[in-house]
């Protein structure tokens, strides 16, 4: 079930919500519970029964850990990752290397491989960082295991975040399983369902029109795609996957405050950033804070020499490719990313502190080659279209292109750089600060909310199914 699907905003979520806030408070994680699991069943129910499982392993493996000491509290962990990176493995990663050990013994003169294909579990990316993070977590000692199974599987579970994020670490949200009567408040879910407006917005308004043409210039043969056309689909993706995914995010961060749940932020204006480094800081969140906690560190973080450290940086980043997708171009596009927070380490970040904001232009342009790796649909495809976009062919006309794809670039390529100005960065945040909302910015906020909501809601009543880019990951 995707948020911007008429069965969710017409049927689930209006359902849900209604049962919900009726609900005494010593029943809502019950209520929010119920409506994971139908949520997850919606689209995975050949998954559930296994998803489940692992759940239950998890929580009684972290239980017999946090009763153990030495050794066998390290034994404990082990299974535990073990299970759980196992499961990733096979799921996500089975087809890949079947695929290119086929191809290595097929070049060598042997017969082809055949095998069935892995089916690829919803949200088993995010479902695995964080049964991890509740491992290592209480390993440390950061967090004390839960005593009620059901927490734990709401933990895990729990709708909004399931099918890609934001990744919460369980100490993040481990009081509000408990007590959430502190953002139970109308002000509190007024923030909530415009966080949801706004993310839907984003989402069917913005990102959905600019898919349409970066789909059909992607599409194109290499030898109809000129270099001014090429950069121009290169452009278009790079602003939909931001509104693509920061709108999840938002639709993810609002229906938690409509629970009482308060989730981290994932995305602060990326496309403002004057390095690589920066954009890491403000891309994925999340991700970029459970990869430096749970393997940059490990690995020795900046406690190293400096060869060491570039390599631990690479590393990480191949593996945060590698985690986004089972193909060689996601790889290459993490090796990418990896290979110029080396360089920022080196001179970048020096150069950029010189250009002071002239840097978003260059910092742009890395960010835009790299999602061409991210997108296409091979290593070697993505090597062609980069091929293109630094071509001679600059003076052949662009097609035609619809009206609306160049206003919401237009639109879309505002809301991404005015952060850039003073008192404009997230501004969303500074509206929602104070509490209570004063009259005139509530009144303002729930006009907004409406707009957003219809005009959002009229779209998605008209167009055909779109998921998100991040449910296949």
């Not at 290595?104 to 479902?127: C, N």
């Not at 002000?187 to 043409?213: S, W, Y």
Request: proline content about 4%; aromatic content about 18%.
């Amino acid at each position: 079930m995707v948020f911007s699907s008429s069965l969710f905003l017409f049927y689930f979520l209006p359902s849900f919500l209604l049962v919900y806030l009726l609900a005494p408070a010593r029943l809502k994680n019950a209520v929010a519970l119920v409506a994971s699991l139908l949520f997850y069943a919606w689209g995975g129910l050949n998954f559930l029964a296994l998803f489940l499982a692992s759940v239950v392993l998890n929580f009684y493996i972290i239980r017999l850990m946090d009763a153990a000491a030495g050794w066998q509290k390290r034994i404990y962990l082990t299974v535990s990752i073990l299970l759980n990176v196992g499961m990733l493995f096979y799921f996500k990663y089975a087809n890949f290397f079947l695929e290119n050990l086929s191809g290595v013994k097929t070049a060598l003169g042997g017969e082809t491989l055949h095998w069935q294909q892995v089916v690829l579990p919803i949200g088993i990316s995010f479902f695995t960082f964080e049964k991890l993070t509740y491992s290592i977590d209480v390993y440390r000692g950061v967090n004390r295991p839960l005593r009620s199974f059901w927490d734990f599987l709401l933990y895990i579970m729990l709708f909004p975040k399931m099918i890609a994020g934001p990744i919460v670490r369980f100490h993040e949200i481990a009081e509000q399983l408990q007590d959430r009567s502190a953002f139970d408040t109308v002000d509190q879910k007024l923030a909530g369902l415009f966080r949801f407006g706004l993310g839907l917005a984003k989402k069917v308004l913005i990102a959905n029109a600019l898919g349409q043409e970066a789909d059909r210039i992607f599409g194109l043969a290499p030898a109809e795609v000129s270099a001014p056309l090429a950069w121009l689909g290169a452009v278009a993706y790079t602003f939909q996957i931001y509104f693509d995914f920061s709108g999840y995010s938002d639709m993810a961060i609002g229906l938690g405050r409509l629970m009482g749940f308060q989730f981290p932020e994932n995305f602060n204006n990326p496309y403002i950033s004057r390095s690589i480094t920066e954009f890491w800081q403000r891309w994925h969140i999340t991700l970029g804070r459970w990869m430096r906690d749970y393997l940059y560190i490990p690995l020795g973080g900046n406690r190293v020499k400096p060869a060491r450290l570039y390599l631990n940086l690479w590393t990480v980043f191949l593996l945060s490719g590698f985690w986004h997708g089972a193909a060689w171009n996601f790889i290459a596009w993490g090796a990418y990313h990896g290979l110029f927070l080396i360089l920022d380490r080196l001179f970048l970040l020096r150069l950029s502190r010189r250009l002071g904001v002239l840097s978003l232009v260059p910092t742009f342009l890395i960010t835009v080659v790299g999602w061409v790796l991210f997108r296409a649909e091979s290593l070697s495809a993505a090597l062609a279209y980069i091929g293109r976009m630094f071509s001679s062919e600059w003076p052949r006309p662009l097609p035609d292109l619809s009206t609306e794809f160049w206003a919401t670039l237009g639109v879309a390529s505002v809301c991404a750089f005015l952060a850039a100005l003073p008192r404009i960065e997230r501004w969303e945040l500074s509206w929602l600060a104070a509490e209570p909302l004063p009259l005139r910015r509530a009144v303002g906020l729930g006009l907004l909310t409406a707009v957003l909501l219809l005009l959002s809601a009229s779209y998605v009543v008209s167009s055909t199914f779109n998921p998100f880019i991040y449910f296949r990951f």
